[in-house]
């Protein structure tokens, strides 16, 4: 389900800005008609936060000095505090300083924030989705399927053969030649499909909206590039390929995920380097 907060993080840098500044103007009404009454000051702090941590670095440090400017004017012109120049500057100074280190704490911690989230949805060799970034948009996926009554495919892949390229060239040479089947899936595949490295040698593909038809047609293409960049760079390793095209759906994630990578396993049990294509439809 969508909350608020995802809905934000999806929102444009120029959408934020007009948003932080809508609720600083907000909050410079309230203080005009309560500010006798009430401190406005330290509400500021909302749109200074909303503003810093979804929107870029410019909003965050404009929010700041805009919370100061609406803060400072209101309370000096219309609630009629009389200051000289040297009066206002030390006036204004705490709360600029304030409320600009509120900024730029919260800039900072976004920004490892992100980086902690973007290494841990990354697999370092490839650039690829890691594990738990792929099962994330699998459980997703599977919920709009389920939703929209459309169908969508699940392929796992296993490089055969890949310990002796290990063994005998090095893992230097593996590590390139994981890399090279990385960016055979990318160039093959939408971008809208999702291609992760769930470990060693095992990749996995999942193409939305994707019938049986449409996803063999996709993966004639994709084993004819990873075969190409194999062959080019004389690595001799194949493929196992199991593609399972869900037009109902299990349970659970982890049925899908078992059901894929049975059927790579059936291909690599067999005479390996095919691919094997299976319908899940459930009775009734």
């Not at 290494?119 to 370092?124: R, S």
């Not at 792929?134 to 929209?148: C, T």
Request: charged content about 20%; some cysteine.
């Amino acid at each position: 389900m969508k909350t608020i907060f995802s809905i934000l993080e999806k929102r444009t840098p120029k959408t934020i800005t007009k948003l932080s500044f809508i609720l600083i103007l907000m909050l410079g009404v309230m203080q005009y008609l309560f500010g006798e009454t009430v401190t406005i000051a330290p509400l500021y702090i909302f749109p200074i936060l909303f503003g810093s941590w979804y929107g870029s670095r410019t909003t965050g440090m404009v929010s700041a000095f805009l919370s100061t400017l609406v803060f400072v004017v209101i309370e000096t012109a219309f609630n009629r505090i009389l200051l000289a120049f040297g009066e206002l500057l030390f006036f204004s100074v705490p709360y600029f300083t304030a409320y600009m280190l509120l900024a730029i704490l919260i800039i900072n911690f976004r920004d490892v924030h992100r980086m902690e989230v973007y290494a841990a949805d990354t697999d370092n060799l490839t650039g690829l989705h890691s594990a738990r970034s792929f099962y994330a948009e699998l459980a997703n996926e599977m919920l709009r399927s389920k939703r929209y009554e459309h169908a969508f495919s699940l392929a796992y892949l296993d490089v055969d053969n890949f310990k002796s390229i290990n063994d005998s060239l090095g893992h230097a040479t593996g590590d390139r030649l994981l890399k090279k089947v990385a960016n055979c899936l990318v160039s093959s595949l939408r971008a809208t499909d999702v291609i992760a490295r769930l470990g060693g040698d095992e990749y996995a593909c999942l193409l939305p909206e994707t019938n049986q038809e449409e996803v063999k047609l996709a993966f004639l293409k994709t084993v004819d590039l990873l075969n190409k960049g194999m062959a080019k760079n004389r690595w001799d390793v194949s493929f196992s390929i199991g593609v399972m095209t869900f037009e109902n759906f299990p349970e659970d994630i982890k049925e899908a995920i078992d059901l894929a990578d049975k059927l790579m396993y059936s291909v690599k049990n067999d005479n390996k380097d095919n691919v094997a294509y299976q319908v899940y439809r459930t009775k009734g």
